[in-house]
């Protein structure tokens, strides 16, 4: 029997509001409803709509307008084609981010092995079992979701402040770019291994083996960027 998925709160307010333009039949151009009538419509907070709202627009589905708020994209293209084209463009800052992450993951995966409660290992293991839940979907927002969940995961159990802010910062600059990348089947089950490994390195308890695995998944991600 397969085991029930807990979507986040806000996946679920992303499949709302995307079924509120279907259900509504809002065209290109149109206007979506504000942040407060969101809030109202689906009682969650502001902070829950604006996250939801950021990631639907990285899916390319909305637009905003400074001053006049979120808009149906005018011309909303094949998602694949659209991260293909993402890419090309952005690649330098892309690359860049990976830099950065190739820097500071690693470490923070060996710190976290060693620190590592039971209680959190099962957190970062119930993560990547959602993860590989949602490949099935093929939704690349809850993949995308799952997969910044299951880093943070990690950065957390490092217990160290730092490692957690810097992980904050990068998951807000980096989430447009999980999305467009997980409009890639190839990202979609390359990923699935690689965060296996890393979670046995934690089982087993082997903080090099985690910072090596966690190496690998982030050089193979550039790579495929590159």
Not at 101 to 123: D, F, G, N, V, Y
């Amino acid at each position: 029997m397969k085991s029930i998925e807990r979507v986040p709160v806000v996946i679920q307010v992303v499949d709302n509001i995307q079924e509120l333009i279907k259900e509504q039949d809002l065209k290109p151009g149109d206007k979506i409803p504000t942040e407060k009538e969101l809030i109202d419509m689906f009682s969650v907070g502001r902070s829950t709509v604006r996250e939801a709202l950021r990631m639907i627009q990285a899916k390319g589905i909305i637009d905003f307008k400074q001053g006049k708020g979120a808009f149906v994209a005018e011309k909303i293209e094949d998602p694949q084609v659209l991260a293909k084209n993402w890419f090309k463009e952005l690649e330098t800052k892309v690359a860049d981010f990976i830099e950065i992450r190739l820097a500071i993951e690693p470490i923070s995966t060996r710190l976290a092995i060693q620190r590592a409660s039971a209680e959190e290992i099962a957190k970062i293991a119930e993560t990547h079992n959602l993860f590989i839940q949602s490949v099935e979907s093929n939704d690349s927002l809850k993949l995308a979701s799952y997969d910044e969940a299951f880093h943070m995961d990690i950065a957390r159990a490092t217990h160290n402040e730092l490692f957690i802010n810097i992980q904050i910062a990068i998951q807000e600059c980096f989430f447009e770019t999980r999305v467009k990348s997980f409009t890639i089947r190839k990202r979609v089950t390359g990923a699935i291994i690689p965060h296996q490994k890393i979670l046995d390195a934690f089982y087993t308890k082997d903080a090099e083996a985690g910072y090596k695995a966690m190496l690998e998944h982030l050089t193979n991600a550039y790579n495929d960027i590159v």
